[in-house]
């Protein structure tokens, strides 16, 4: 039997399907329907079925699903014992894997077992006329844009960051099969021992997920500063984001970073306020539907990839945005 | 206890500018620096060599120029320093890059592989789980702390909502986040130390693993293409006082049904 379908590994949390679960399935539909094949998810947890109604309405056209107490928890080598089987039984032609903690630990381990390419964090993906898997990614600290292709070992897998693809809209009506799949566990190598998983409280919303998002740099400079802005996202009711010299600055909280090395977002609104522009910074945000920029200097990089540019002084614009904003919201 | 810390030299990502006339990449002048992450890696293992006693061995695979951060981990405080050099490496993908390093790592037979989380060049996270598979030992990634007890690790792993605590025992692979290990300067007897020492270069004939697994032969993944992203068209610009700029914003939230 040749390889073919395209796979998605369908990353679940405590039984909470991961949204880059199903925006991999969105694009799945696109690749399948170019190949002519079908979108299968592989779905590993314990007590985790009811999730693949989700999958099917999302675009799956059957889920394999294995179902173990081993799997409960995500752990390197029992997950990449199940989705190594799965993948040696079932011989995929293209397998998606979402970047995330889990899927960069699990997505290397899988190309080293099964001997084939892994494209990590890809930004595009799609089927040349000529039928072949093209695969880019971002390199140098997004400076370049690299096409990857695999043309010669299968499957051919990529990850992509959450936030990249775009889901498509579910569909209640769409049919699709559940198949039970028999792992064969080796506890023998089951060598990492969890001993306890935290959760931090983390009481605003995640900015991939934000529709509108008020970021600032370097300009805005201080928590002062970002408690303004703090205000304004409030009123345009969004959420604040930042750029990575604030994080180093220790003023911003990591998981604020848009960016290479923070989070990709495409909101409808991306307010960009003080913020240069850096190239890595353009790189985790370029793709939002509208941007507004503001920055005192003319020159600033972001007015290249902003549709609306100022030129003027941020902090006394601010706090006169925010009060006839306010105003408008009210109307 | 032998720890091998595998580091890689880079560009410094930051320092990279596009000429925009060519739309090409401006290497010139782009200075070379030990991979972050990996340097984070190797203060954990110096911290472990402090605290327990080790040898810690750093390994990297490379041009000879790659001999200046191996010198660097000297005057850090590495003991031995290994350059995998041969043309045979050249091309290599991540698959063939960790096969190269996994063949090094048959013959050092260490109790501990520390690596980087990933490297600021390619970003791909790949290498250091790829080298544990080869050489089937357990791994943990996105390394923020480990201890050590007898033969134990016990590990915090960061993840998107917090934490994990694991633990593993030797012979193990961790890869490191930068941000958890402050790596600490180089000292002058370090430093003066560090051009005295030598630096072993290992070619393909030394390691053990199979030929065909090595360079651009036994690198799946090929580059198609490259290319410099086509920047956006810019949108408008004006030049005015808050006041004004206020209505702007306004005006164009509205137009595009924002608000």
């Known amino acids: ?207 991939t997920e934000a529709k509108i998002l008020v970021a600032g740099g370097r300009g805005v400079g201080s928590k002062e500063g970002f408690a303004k802005l703090e205000s304004l996202a409030h009123t345009l009711g969004g959420e604040v984001a930042t750029s990575r010299a604030m994080v180093d600055a220790g003023v911003m909280p990591h998981d604020r970073q848009v960016g290479q090395t923070g989070k990709t977002v495409r909101p409808q609104l991306y307010m960009a306020l003080g913020i240069s522009g850096a190239i890595q910074h353009l790189a985790g945000m370029e793709e939002s539907d509208y941007i507004v920029a503001v920055n005192k200097d003319k020159f600033a990089p972001i007015f290249g990839v902003a549709d609306l540019g100022i030129v003027t002084d941020l902090h006394k614009l601010v706090p006169m945005l925010n009060e006839r904003l306010a105003k408008e919201m009210q109307k | 206890m032998n720890i091998v810390v595998c580091i890689k030299q880079v560009p410094d990502t930051t320092e990279i500018k596009i000429n925009p006339v060519t739309g090409t990449l401006i290497r010139d002048g782009v200075p070379s620096i030990m991979n972050p992450d990996d340097k984070g890696g190797l203060e954990l293992a110096l911290q472990l060599k402090d605290k327990h006693g080790a040898t810690v ?39 063939a890059t960790s096969n190269a390093l996994a063949g090094a790592l048959r013959t050092l037979k260490p109790d501990l592989i520390v690596a980087g989380r990933q490297a600021i060049d390619g970003d791909t996270a790949q290498v250091g789980p790829q080298m544990a598979e080869h050489l089937d030992l357990p791994q943990i990634s996105y390394v923020a702390n480990a201890e050590l007890s007898g033969k134990t690790l016990t590990v915090r792993k960061e993840t998107e909502e917090g934490y994990q605590m694991l633990e593993v025992d030797t012979p193990c692979v961790l890869t490191v986040l930068a941000s958890a290990y402050n790596p600490r300067y180089m000292t002058v007897a370090g430093i003066i130390d560090a051009y005295e020492k030598e630096v072993e270069i290992w070619s393909a004939d030394k390691i053990d693993v199979d030929e065909a697994k090595l360079g651009l032969k036994g690198s799946p993944t090929k580059v198609f293409k490259s290319f410099t992203k086509g920047s956006k068209q810019p949108g408008e610009l004006h030049e005015v006082e808050p006041e004004q700029a206020v209505e702007l914003i306004v005006a164009k939230l509205k137009e595009k049904f924002i608000i």
């Open chain 2, 57 to 95: 061995t750093v390994i990297t695979m490379g041009p000879p120029q790659a001999d200046t951060i191996l010198r660097e981990a000297f005057a850090m405080g590495a003991d031995r320093a290994i350059l995998l050099t041969d043309r045979r490496f050249a091309g290599a993908d991540t698959l």
């Open chain 1, 1 to 207: 039997m040749s390889h073919k379908d395209v796979y998605v590994f369908a990353e679940q949390r405590d039984g909470a399907i991961q949204p880059v679960a199903l925006e991999l399935l969105g694009k799945a539909r696109e690749l399948a329907a170019a190949l002519n094949q079908r979108v299968v998810a592989i779905l590993a947890g314990h007590q985790v079925e009811p999730l693949a109604k989700t999958l099917v309405e999302y675009g799956a056209d059957e889920v394999v699903l294995a179902d173990y107490p081993e799997l409960k928890d995500y752990l390197t080598e029992q997950y990449a014992q199940a989705v190594g089987q799965i993948i040696i039984a079932r011989k995929p032609e293209i397998v998606l894997i979402g970047a995330t903690t889990i899927g960069r630990d699990l997505g290397p381990r899988l190309s080293a077992r099964l001997c084939t390419g892994l494209t990590a964090d890809c930004t595009r993906l799609e089927i040349s006329p000529e039928g072949q898997f093209h695969m880019t990614r971002p390199a140098f600290g997004g400076n370049l844009m690299a096409t990857i292709v695999c043309p010669d070992t299968l499957p051919r897998m990529s990850t992509v960051r959450p936030g990249v693809m775009q889901k498509a809209q579910p569909d209640a009506a769409r049919k699709g099969e559940v198949t039970r799949f028999e792992v064969k566990f080796d506890s023998s190598k089951f060598r990492v021992r969890l001993k306890e998983t935290v959760k931090e409280q983390r009481a605003q919303v995640d900015i």
